[in-house]
């Protein structure tokens, strides 16, 4: 046995002269430690490396300690950077620390927020183009009844993307001066009031407006004060008179302050005095100013 382990220690020892007089081929060594690496990586798709501070970090166990940056700086991309081709290889040759990594998060919040701020835009503009669209039928419907009724010619309609108004020239409502209807109009108020029970589940404004020119009395001290009572006046009517639910009716005052016409004539001014009932359609039945 000492003769054998004699010979074993001098094949060792030969071999180990060979070894250290002979050339490594660097390029086939390469290629060896890379079919390694592709096998036994832990990081996806068989990734080599991952750069950390000028220093190369091997696949194995030492990559295991930054590999938690690594995963959420890849993932921190946004649908729509996934969506125009960046894989998860370009990921990892782009990624390189924590600071790069929260660029990429910053820059996905900026995209989508602009995503969302388009998204708003177009949700606007489809809303606007409903309630439009509710409103016409609407006006359609009211200006049917109305004919039906034979009102036609007292009263104006128009509409929008929120509204339905009808407007009632005050001197078929009131005296100059007073906020009570007069027995003359209330059988207008009351066929509007049949055409407005068709529509209970809307909100309606009734809104009082008047002419430029001051006034005031022992009831009334302006403008102001009168187009609000000759508004509450209405709506109370309505309430009075119909089974619409109180709440959904509300009055307003606009004296002076929104005409329709030029006050400088007789005309304009006898065009400003009137009072606006205002049927809001289903999308905007809340949206009352």
């Keep these: ?67 938690d940056v690594y995963f959420n700086a890849s993932t921190a991309q946004t649908g729509d950077e996934r969506n125009q081709g960046n894989n998860a290889d370009s990921a990892q040759s782009n990624v390189g620390d924590a600071g790069l990594a929260q660029g990429i998060e910053h820059s996905g919040e900026t995209d989508t927020s602009e995503a969302t701020e388009m998204t708003k835009e177009e949700a606007a503009k489809k809303l606007e183009e409903e309630g439009l669209k509710e409103s016409e039928q609407m006006a359609e419907n009211i200006e049917a009844m109305m004919g039906q009724f034979g009102i036609q010619d007292m009263v104006e309609v128009d509409f929008n993307g929120q509204y339905v108004v009808l407007t009632l020239n005050g001197a078929l409502l009131f005296e100059p001066g007073k906020a009570e209807v007069k027995e003359e109009g209330l059988p207008l108020i009351d066929k509007l009031s049949q055409i407005l029970q068709t529509y209970s589940t809307n909100m309606i404004q009734v809104e009082g407006h008047t002419d430029n020119v001051p006034m005031s009395s022992a009831t009334y001290e302006n403008n102001d004060v009168l187009s609000m009572y000759r508004a509450l006046y209405v709506a109370d009517y309505i309430r009075d008179h119909t089974s619409l639910a109180p709440s959904h009716i509300v009055s307003a005052g606009r004296g002076e302050y929104r005409p329709i016409a030029d006050n400088s004539t007789a005309e304009g001014r006898a065009r400003n005095r009137r009072v606006e009932i205002k049927v809001f359609n289903s999308l905007n039945s809340y949206d009352i100013d």
């Design 1 to 67: 046995m000492s003769t054998f382990s004699d010979l074993m220690n001098l094949l060792l020892c030969f071999f180990v002269l060979l070894f250290s007089m002979s050339s490594v081929n660097e390029e086939k060594m390469e290629m060896i430690v890379q079919s390694f690496q592709n096998t036994f990586s832990v990081l996806p798709s068989g990734g080599t490396t991952v750069k950390q501070e000028g220093s190369l970090i091997s696949s194995g166990i030492s990559a295991l300690e930054q590999f």
